[in-house]
């Protein structure tokens, strides 16, 4: 069964460094998100991204955030000068066509030292 | 602004049946997705509703009614594995943004 898979399952950083978080979504889904979920709270979403651009992003995705499509099969986060509160597990998520179910990679956790 | 509402906790024994409640303000609404979550996990689909009534998939059920901006997930002959945080989530028209609710643990006891 097709999955979405993340790159790294781990990722710890210095405060002020840069991190890009890797996701290979499902291959015929063209609807691509990110999410992300402080330690016991609510999936908050990021950002979705259609068509090689964004489609809609929420007040925390400002520009500290990117994400990119490099290439046909890859799906990145960029997190720029991390900060101590970006501290969380971050999801990738794909869906097909129709939009309604989404499909949700492992997560990489993010540890901002 | 965007908000969905859900209890934060909800206690229940095997084979009993739960029913955990989402009532959601948004403004272009498409649909209202149910996920489970276990501890490490990542979300995985549930349901879907985008017009009102009730969908059933196996155990799980959910409801819909858009004139109340209110869901609800129904659980029916609980197992131990069914012990998770259960997310509804609005899907906005045009957009596909998903705003996910507060979550509800269920625990399962034996």
């Known amino acids: 069964e097709p999955e979405v898979t993340q790159t790294p399952s781990h990722q710890v950083t210095q405060m002020g460094q840069e991190v890009i978080l890797r996701c290979v979504p499902i291959?015929?889904?063209?609807?691509f998100y990110w999410y992300r979920q402080i330690l016991g709270q609510k999936v908050e979403f990021l950002v979705s991204?259609?068509?090689?651009?964004?489609?809609?992003k929420s007040e925390i995705f400002d520009d500290q955030f990117s994400v990119e499509r490099p290439d046909g099969s890859n799906f990145t986060l960029k997190i720029r000068s991390t900060k101590l509160e970006d501290s969380a597990m971050y999801f990738c998520?794909?869906?097909?066509?129709?939009?309604?179910?989404?499909?949700f990679g492992p997560g990489t956790r993010l540890t901002v030292l | 602004g965007q908000s969905l509402e859900q209890p934060s906790e909800v206690t229940a024994v095997e084979g009993a049946i739960v029913q955990i409640n989402c009532t959601y303000q948004?403004?272009?609404?498409?649909?209202l997705s149910w996920y489970q979550q276990h501890d490490g996990g990542a979300p995985t689909f549930l349901s879907y509703?985008?017009?009102?009534g009730l969908e059933e998939t196996g155990r799980f059920s959910s409801f819909l009614s858009r004139s109340d901006s209110y869901g609800y997930l129904l659980l029916q002959e609980l197992q131990m594995k069914d012990s998770a945080s259960y997310f509804c989530?609005?899907?906005?028209?045009?957009?596909?943004?998903?705003?996910f609710g507060t979550g509800t643990r269920l625990k399962v006891l034996a």
């Open positions: 998520a794909s869906s097909d066509p129709v939009g309604n179910e989404q499909f």
């Open positions: 291959s015929n889904h063209l609807y």
């Open positions: 991204f259609y068509n090689n651009e964004i489609s809609e």
């Open positions: 948004t403004s272009g609404f498409y649909g």
């Open positions: 509703n985008a017009l009102d």
């Open positions: 989530a609005v899907i906005n028209k045009g957009t596909y943004k998903y705003i």
